[in-house]
C-alpha cells in the first residue's frame, strides 16, 4: 500500500507540482499567498542547474528537479487541503 503511494506521489510530482505552482499564488492573499510561494526558493536554483547541465548535454540533467518535484508537490497539496481546512471553519 505505501509504496503504490510513494509510487504515485514520484509520478504525479513533477506534473502536478507545476500546475499547483502556477494555480495556488493568484488565489491566495497574505500569508497564504507567501506559503504558496516559498518552494520556489530551491526550484529556481534547481531549474537553473538543470538548464546548465542540459546545455552541457549531461543525461542526468532532469534528475535534481525529479527527485524535488514530488516534495513541493506534497507541500503544496497539503497547504491547499489546509487552506481549504481554514477557509470551512470561518464560514
Known sequence: MSDTLFDILLMAGPPG??????????FYR????????VPLIATVPIALWCLVAFTQESNLWPLPFLFYAPLAFAYLTALALLHGMVRLARA
Open 17 to 26: 507540482y507545476l500546475i499547483l505552482q502556477a494555480v495556488l499564488p493568484p
Open 30 to 37: 497574505g500569508g497564504w499567498r507567501k506559503a504558496a510561494l
